[in-house]
Nanobody, 123 residues
Framework: QVQLVEAGGGLVQAGGSLRLSCAAS????????MGWFRQAPGKEREFVTT???????RYADSVKGRFSISRDNAKNTVDLQMNSLKPEDTAVYYC?????????????????WGQGTQVTVSS
């Protein structure tokens, strides 16, 4: 079992930055594909970014060039740096861990989820 806890959400003006952190416990995250998803009110949970156990990264087109995922296996954490934030980035952001490979964009691939942290971007 892996427990994930997100932190770092909040209210920011458009154009600003936030850094989310996901702290894992229970097992080392080095063996997992780690991802960030988000869910806005009335919308489905959507893929934001992922980093494989080997360090490869993928980003949704909507955040490419603005968001950056990183992981620190020694600290068992995964961070999401978000720059140039837009009002449409407003959502609850979730950290997730996947044991096996597959379509990294699909929430169903991920076995473990955090409780989420709210990010609100004002215009």
């Amino acid at each position: 079992q892996v427990q994930l806890v997100e932190a770092g959400g909040g209210l920011v003006q458009a154009g600003g930055s936030l850094r989310l952190s996901c702290a894992a416990s229970g097992r080392p995250i080095s063996r997992y594909t780690m991802g960030w998803f988000r869910q806005a009110p009335g919308k489905e949970r959507e893929f934001v970014t992922t980093m494989g156990s080997g360090g490869s990264t993928r980003y949704a087109d909507s955040v490419k060039g603005r968001f950056s995922i990183s992981r620190d296996n020694a600290k068992n954490t995964v961070d999401l740096q978000m720059n140039s934030l837009k009002p449409e980035d407003t959502a609850v952001y979730y950290c997730a861990a996947a044991t096996y490979g597959g379509d990294y964009r699909q929430p169903a691939l991920y076995d473990y989820w955090g409780q989420g942290t709210q990010v609100t971007v004002s215009s």
